[in-house]
T-cell receptor
Framework: QKEVEQNSGPLSVPEGAIASLNCTYS??????FFWYRQYSGKSPELIMS????GDKEDGRFTAQLNKASQYVSLLIRDSQPSDSATYLC??????????FGSGTKLNVKP | DTGVSQDPRHKITKRGQNVTFRCDPI?????LYWYRQTLGQGPEFLTY????????KSRLLSDRFSAERPKGSFSTLEIQRTEQGDSAMYLC??????????????FGPGTRLTVL
């Protein structure tokens, strides 16, 4: 069974700080990695995708990938209360199936 | 582009009844996925289609669940003889398959099922 592991949190950060979310995965052959944001009672919203080792930046968000360590992370700079949500890490395997972690709940305190 | 849509958004049913959910993907997307999500968990893969072909079905899915995508456009998910354990959010997602690993997937708003 391919697994995606995330710390469930909650992760609490003050407004304006950097939030760091982490994810590890078991399938070494995976090539595609995604971060979704999910507000309570809503469906997941794609915020970042990353396919190559290194960093990918999009606005206040930076995704980091290290395939050798099977590790993906998401940094949120200048965290805002509106960033408070559950962040899901997803991994696509070579058979086009997506595996999701259970999510990390982020609380940004004003 | 209106994104992925799902209908109904909420469904309350009695144990033993059949329910059917509909998903309309983003128009140019050839892949369509169904997931189930319960409280505190990430989405759990149920099945997926490429065009009208159902390519994989989760082994966790009992025979009470069936899905179709008859013309490669919208899809339906049917649950027969519902049980209380079927209560969950049912999510549909679609993507356009490109060469290589690039395959961003976008979710619909979900259908929340409550089985009494």
């Amino acid at each position: 069974q391919k697994e995606v592991e995330q710390n469930s949190g909650p992760l609490s950060v003050p407004e304006g700080a950097i939030a760091s979310l982490n994810c590890t995965y078991s399938d070494r052959g995976s090539q595609s990695f995604f971060w979704y944001r999910q507000y309570s009672g809503k469906s997941p919203e794609l915020i970042m995708s990353i396919y190559s080792n290194g960093d990918k930046e999009d606005g206040r968000f930076t995704a980091q990938l290290n395939k050798a360590s099977q590790y993906v992370s998401l940094l949120i700079r200048d965290s805002q209360p509106s960033d408070s949500a559950t962040y899901l890490c997803a991994v696509k395997d070579n058979f086009n199936k997506f595996y999701f972690g259970s999510g990390t709940k982020l609380n940004v305190k004003p | 582009d209106t994104g992925v849509s799902q209908d109904p958004r909420h469904k309350i049913t009695k144990r033993g009844q059949n329910v059917t959910f509909r998903c309309d993907p983003i128009s140019e997307h050839n892949r369509l996925y169904w997931y189930r999500q319960t409280l505190g968990q990430g989405p759990e893969f149920l099945t997926y289609f490429q065009n009208e072909a159902q390519l994989e079905k989760s082994r966790l899915l009992s025979d009470r669940f069936s899905a179709e995508r008859p013309k490669g456009s919208f899809s339906t998910l049917e649950i027969q003889r519902t049980e209380q354990g079927d209560s969950a959010m049912y999510l549909c997602a679609s993507s356009f398959q490109l060469a290589g690993p690039y395959n961003e997937q976008f979710f619909g708003p979900g259908t929340r099922l409550t089985v009494l």
